[in-house]
């Protein structure tokens, strides 16, 4: 019999992600009934503590990233973009409102308002650093009307923005950092517009209605169900809505896309070297961008924990389908069902494996690390010291069969966590009979030889720096200081309706609100299965013996690394200026629709000569059906000639 995966929510939320994963057959976590490592994947809206990073078991993975607070709390975004701008130039780093740090930088601010006033009048934002939602946030262009009782920051306040039928409106942008070593970062096509539900207006610099976009304010607000023009009822869109308004309008809808996701980009640069490596994790970010009335996008903040909460329509059409498309991204496989096997002895009492295989190697399991719930109860049987897995590959297997083996096993395109197996059996008290060669080679031959999983690798550089980085900051505790603006839980104590229960089926999703994306959607690993099957991701996934990481997934969309180079930036040492002057030249030929002669010589030159082992495409994140990126340059230079 097998077990399905198992996923463990923290807090009980958010419940759009139970409801998907049990559509998909997934189990949900009993802490009763399971032991303490029996799930395959944990979310929770907070952070998580360095521990649990330390103690991931290969089969285990976690929504968050360690150490992303550098972006997703105000004051540290703000500390890491001036740092960025005074190391990179401010005109790279332009898309974020001028900012202060109060009350540290008050003198700064009072010299820049002083300056500015003799100008013109300009407007400033002050929000708390450690709220969200839109709470204890004013607008003020009087500096004696700015009071506050805590850490704030001051920022610029956009005053243009661009307006739909009156109303102001920014944008939630989904980001899915696959990984921040090697730096793989993701788009979701279906993001949130989200709008004020009182006209725009400065003379009432008050009225939050008008200038604030949080749904958890304007829901609340007297016209949140009239109809407001355009705007229509409530106050979100999807982002394909948003599309044909842009089409409506003669702009280079492109050139805004990529422009915003330069600006993702950039953000993560900030604090890509210094995040821990940390491969069983994968997180979503909410980024919010403002467009003004010039179409430039800025950067107001990044959330940690973007809300899932089923408000409308438009929630339920682009949030349940980001959570599948994340699902799909993780790209859970073989290697996932290590965690049954660990526990299926006990769980199931028969023998995972056939003791006649002509090779296995002993590998320890659960049972070992820590004495199992089931067994407390029944304390009378004795608990065996070490039991054996099978391979996933016989060792006598031929040399053809073990490569082919490996190649498939590299597509995991997941490293082990940075565990010391060893290290985890001793602490947890258990003496284990195998040598570590055999343990570390058990699972470097699952994982195979060109996986960045291998074991030794692994022991030798990532737990070192995962170490490090993470013990000064064993406490570090960033659930009530982070831009959190998921409300589940809050929502759930207080009693709120939940609409997640008016769900259409993901059936119905697919082929009528995204039937565009049913063509080259990958299928649901798990529907109506409830053994891992295997995705099948990109097969021409080397590039020069580098991993090139799958060119969508669903509706999300790789943005980077988009180029070889940049994928040759991102694989050691993050080569930050080599990226930057690849984003440089993508966004000056995307807006000028040229690219070098010689270059482009050049590049079909190359490509000609590694056609079908060396290519490298990129779409450009944004329209519905993406060009490549390479192919949309191309097309912009023709028009032109
Ligand atoms: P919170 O974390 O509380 O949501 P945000 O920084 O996202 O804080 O600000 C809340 C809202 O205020 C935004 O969604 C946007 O509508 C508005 N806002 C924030 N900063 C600015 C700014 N600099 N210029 C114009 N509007 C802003």
Not at 217 to 237: A, E, H, L, M, S
Not at 329 to 335: E, Q
Not at 475 to 495: F, M, P, Q, R, W
Request: include cysteine; charge should be positive; glycine fraction near 4%.
């Amino acid at each position: 019999m097998a077990a399905s995966l198992v996923f463990r929510l923290h807090d009980r939320g958010p419940e759009l992600v139970r409801e998907v994963l049990l559509e998909r057959g997934w189990e949900e976590y009993d802490e009763g009934e399971r032991e303490e490592e029996d799930w395959n994947l944990y979310w929770r809206g907070s952070a998580f503590r360095t521990s649990e990073y330390h103690n991931l078991l290969p089969w285990q993975r976690l929504n968050h990233h360690p150490k992303t607070i550098g972006i997703t709390r105000k004051d540290c975004l703000a500390r890491n973009l001036r740092r960025m701008k005074a190391a990179l130039g401010s005109s790279l780093y332009d898309f974020s409102p001028t900012v202060f740090i109060l009350p540290n930088d008050y003198t700064r601010f009072l010299a820049e308002y002083n300056k500015l006033r003799l100008v013109r009048g300009p407007y400033w934002i002050c929000k708390p650093v450690d709220l969200s939602r839109g709470r204890g946030i004013f607008i003020f262009e009087d500096i004696r009307d700015l009071a506050y009782d805590c850490s704030v920051i001051v920022q610029r306040y956009i005053s243009n923005p661009l307006l739909i039928s009156g109303y102001k409106f920014d944008l939630r942008i989904y980001v899915c950092v696959k990984s921040f070593h090697p730096l793989t970062v993701y788009i979701h096509q279906e993001g949130l517009v989200r709008f004020s539900t009182e006209k725009y207006n400065l003379s009432s610099l008050h009225n939050l209605y008008a200038h604030l976009t949080n749904t958890s304010i304007n829901k609340f607000g007297p016209f949140y169900r009239t109809d407001k023009g355009k705007v229509g009822q409530g106050c979100k869109w999807t982002m394909s809505k948003f599309r044909h308004f842009l089409h409506s309008l003669d702009i280079n809808e492109l050139l805004l896309w990529q422009r915003i996701s330069n600006i993702v980009t950039l953000t993560l640069l900030t604090i890509a070297p210094s995040v821990p490596s940390c491969p069983n994790c994968v997180e979503l970010f909410g980024f919010d961008i403002l467009i003004d009335a010039k179409f430039k996008p800025w950067l107001l903040e990044v959330n940690y924990s973007p809300a899932l909460t089923l408000d409308c329509q438009a929630d339920i059409t682009v949030k349940k389908g980001l959570i599948g498309d994340l699902i799909d991204l993780m790209n859970y496989t073989a290697i996932d069902g290590l965690r049954e096997r660990a526990y299926q002895k006990h769980r199931y009492k028969q023998p995972c494996f056939n003791t006649n295989h002509a090779s296995h190697i002993s590998i320890p399991v659960i049972s070992q690390l820590k004495e199992p719930k089931l067994q407390r109860k029944r304390r009378g049987s004795k608990a065996q010291q070490t039991q054996t897995l099978p391979l996933l590959k016989p060792l006598r297997q031929s040399e053809k069969t073990n490569k082919r083996q490996s190649r498939r096993h590299a597509d995991y395109q997941r490293h082990l966590p940075p565990v010391e197996l060893d290290n985890i059996y001793a602490v947890r008290g258990r003496v284990i009979n195998t040598p570590k060669t055999h343990t570390d080679q058990t699972l470097n031959l699952i994982l195979g030889p060109h996986s960045r999983t291998n074991v030794s690798a692994v022991n030798r550089q990532t737990r070192p720096a995962l170490a490090s980085n993470l013990t000064h900051n064993r406490s570090l505790h960033v659930s009530e200081v982070t831009n959190h603006d998921n409300t589940e839980t809050e929502a759930e104590i207080s009693g709120e309706a939940d609409a997640s229960s008016s769900i259409p089926d993901t059936q119905q999703r697919r082929l009528g609100l995204r039937r565009s994306a049913v063509a080259w959607k990958l299928p649901n690993i798990y529907s109506g299965s409830q053994r891992p099957v295997r995705i099948p991701v990109e097969e021409n996934t080397a590039l020069n013996g580098q991993h090139i990481p799958p060119l969508r997934v669903g509706d999300f969309i790789r943005t980077f690394p988009f180029n070889r180079a940049t994928l040759k930036a991102s694989q050691h040492k993050l080569d930050v200026t080599a990226i930057i002057q690849e984003l440089h030249k993508l966004t000056g030929q995307l807006a000028l629709g040229r690219l070098d002669k010689t270059k482009r010589r050049r590049e079909e030159e190359v490509k000609k000569n590694t056609e079908g082992e060396d290519d490298f495409d990129s779409l450009l994140w944004g329209p519905k059906d993406p060009p490549l990126l390479i192919e949309l340059i191309e097309n912009r230079q023709k028009i032109k000639e």
